[in-house]
């Protein structure tokens, strides 16, 4: 089973991919571990499988190893914070204005992640069934 991508899919790989680009061009200095975000995020539903407590997930938020956690942009890369006691101010950089994801351009965009092959599977199986439909209506089912 093969697909074709989307013109929508076409145009957002291209156009991220030179957005991508972009950005290692104004900032070659970027943390490459992080992708210049300086942080890792995961979340987390505190509840038991098949049990809510409640609504709502938990937030972890780990500073990138590589930068942050040295006390550098993790988009110029400059020594810009001095670490206390494991503390990371969480304030601009002096050097490039980077400021925690909180600004357009801190963090390099993320690829475009394609969905063209869900709408293959779909299409595939809906030419399944209707394959199956035409052989049972053949054989008087």
């Known amino acids: ?19 991508i680009e ?12 992080c992708n210049g975000a300086g942080q890792f995020e995961t979340q987390d539903d505190p509840s038991p499988p098949g ?15 590589h930068c942050t956690a040295h006390g550098l942009c993790p988009r110029c890369g400059a020594k810009v914070w001095a670490i206390n ?19 357009d351009g801190d963090v390099m965009p993320q690829p475009y992640e394609c969905a063209c092959y869900e709408l293959a ?4 199986e809906a030419e399944q069934m209707e394959q199956d439909a035409s052989q049972r209506l053949l054989r008087g089912e």
């Open 51 to 65: 049990i809510s407590l409640g609504q709502g997930w938990y937030t972890f938020v780990d500073p990138c190893e």
């Open 1 to 19: 089973m093969s697909h074709q991508h989307t013109p929508h899919c076409i145009e957002e790989t291209a156009r991220l991919s030179r957005a």
């Open 121 to 124: 599977a779909h299409q595939w």
């Open 85 to 103: 006691d494991d503390e990371i101010p969480e304030t601009p950089c002096s050097q490039c204005g980077w400021n925690w994801d909180k600004n």
């Open 22 to 33: 972009a950005y290692k061009q104004a900032w070659p200095n970027y943390c490459q571990h």
